[in-house]
Structures are given as C-alpha cells and as structure tokens.
C-alpha cells in the first residue's frame, strides 16, 4: 500500500473501532512480510528482523522506539543477539487497528 508509511497514527481509546476484515486484507498487503497471529485472543502484527549482531540489532531496536514515541504508539519488542521481534496491535482495542499497519510499515522503512 503505498504511502502507509507516512501516514500518521489516530488516538485510540476503547470505544475505538478496529477494522473491518476487508480492510485488514488491503492494509496488510503494504506489509506483506508481517504475519497476523492471535496471541491471548488479540490479533497483532508481527515480523521479526535479522542483524549481523547485538550491536545493529540494538540499534534497531531503539529507532523503533523513537517511531514509537513520536506517535504515541508503542509496540512489543523482543531483542536477542542478531534479531528483534517486533508486535504491533492496538491495546486500547484489543486487536488490530489502521495505526498497526502503519507503524508495521514505519518499522520496516527503518529496517532499509
């Protein structure tokens, strides 16, 4: 999906609606290399990152971090030698929303 990556994220509470099953299939295909899983019955974006080492790995890591921050929109993240984990979902939701897709593609603009 072009674009998805400048996109900019929308504040979410709990009355906030997730997407439709349509939308998911279209937003997914502008990140492809991410799976969807239902983990503790919510789905979530996730996609894990190689490195050569800890070092780029934890850098990586923390440039996520900073996307993160600057839209207010946090994922899960799992750091080991030569790899990072990343999971995106919408907490307040308890599932997938337009933000996760975005940050999904913010997060693999970082990796490139």
Known sequence: MSGLAEQHCEACNAGTSGITDGEKR????????????????????????KFKNFAQALGFTNRVGELAEAENHHPAIFLEYGKVTVSWWTHAIGGLHQNDFIMAARTDSAYH
């Open 26 to 49: 279209r937003l997914h295909k502008g990140v492809q290399d991410w799976d969807i899983l239902t983990i503790d019955s919510e789905e979530q974006l996730r996609r894990v990152f």
